[in-house]
């Protein structure tokens, strides 16, 4: 018998090491010189037994820009669930699709575990490293909503990112299409209209602070 942690987990950490993360529970964590976080979650399922763990993988990435913006006092290592860019790793694989690994306890049969572990590696951690930068999601919002995350949270933090890293010629645009979206959603109208007059406050006071990790 075992679980999660115990059971699975310990085949699964070499690879996330080898890239750089580090383990605290069930997340695997790293951070760039931008205070970017990029995680790795495994979640077991309600459906998960002492001698059938079933599992899936969380991907996220918390970019220290928006956290500063919003509380420069906060330095805590974010949440997964708080991502400014998550996925299920399922959908990244070919079937696009929600996956879970049911792993039999004790280890008889490697299958399942071979292929969570490859998963991970060739596809959780490159997908975590490549989104670990305020440009890469910058570009990614700009193109349109994006799955796993509310478009008015998306305009919201793209605008902060554009007053940040530019570019700020793009920020007008995006502000329009912000109020569009609050529109007659009350608590987001007041929101929006509050963040948008401090973004551009900031703009006429600071100039562009490029990304450590890619200029934009």
Known sequence: MGTLETAILPHLAGDLRAAGFRRAGRTFRIQNADADWGLVNFQSSTRSTTVVQVVTVNLAVSLGLIRAWEDPADDRIPHYSEGHWDSRIGHLLPEHDDKWWSISIPIEDPSAVVDL???VRDVGIPAVIAHMSATAIRDLWMAGPVPFL????????LLIVLSRIGPRDRFDEFADLLRVE???????EDKVETTIERLQADMRSEPPQWSLSGKG
């Not at 509310?150 to 933090?157: E, F, I, M, V």
């Not at 609050?182 to 987001?188: K, L, R, S, T, Y």
């Open 117 to 119: 572990r490859r998963a």
């Open 182 to 188: 609050a529109a007659g959603v009350e608590w987001w």
């Open 150 to 157: 509310p478009n008015l949270r998306r305009l919201r933090d």
